[in-house]
């Protein structure tokens, strides 16, 4: 018998995909995470506060979303559902100086996902990484963290995301 992961290639090969490397490939041909989880699920994505402490930014996550030391960010942790099943915990910093006002208030004041709300400014997502999900709840199969960008390079938008199992169904 041969191991798994000898065979593996060969069912790549072949036309043969787990349901995790369909999830792959389906965020990966868009740039709104939420888009994608909609089209998966078949109904609307609601974002629900996670609660906590809001995490800091690191000098890292600072120099990535190019804002000064002293530039205000925004923190936002949201677990994203579908029809009740939370599909992924977002982990998402952002430049509220980058957003317009309304966008600012929505993202305050309402259930409506980050991609969502943030839409009209056509931004790209760049990732930055698919990794390790031991950094993230348990029942988490597939950790990403990207960047997200407007049409001029500018970055409005740092989030790590943690998809559940329940993706896999």
Sequence with gaps: M???????PALLLAGC?????????????????TATLEARCGAKISA??????????????????EVAAGEPLRYRHVRLSCK??????A??????ARLTEEMNRRLDTTDTPFGKVVAPLGFVRERIAASD??????????????LL????????????????RANLH
């Design 2 to 8: 041969r191991p798994a992961a000898a065979i593996l």
């Design 17 to 33: 995909t787990t349901t995790l490397e369909r999830l792959e490939a389906a965020l990966a041909a868009q740039d709104s995470a």
């Design 48 to 65: 629900t506060a996670a609660g906590g402490p809001d995490l800091p930014a690191t000098a890292a996550d600072r120099a990535l979303l």
């Design 84 to 89: 009740g099943t939370v599909l992924s915990e």
């Design 91 to 96: 982990y998402n910093w952002y430049v509220p």
């Design 133 to 146: 999900v031991s950094a993230c709840p348990g029942g988490t199969v597939l950790r990403h963290k990207g």
């Design 149 to 164: 960008r407007l049409s001029d390079g500018r970055p409005i938008s740092l989030v790590i995301e943690c998809y559940t």
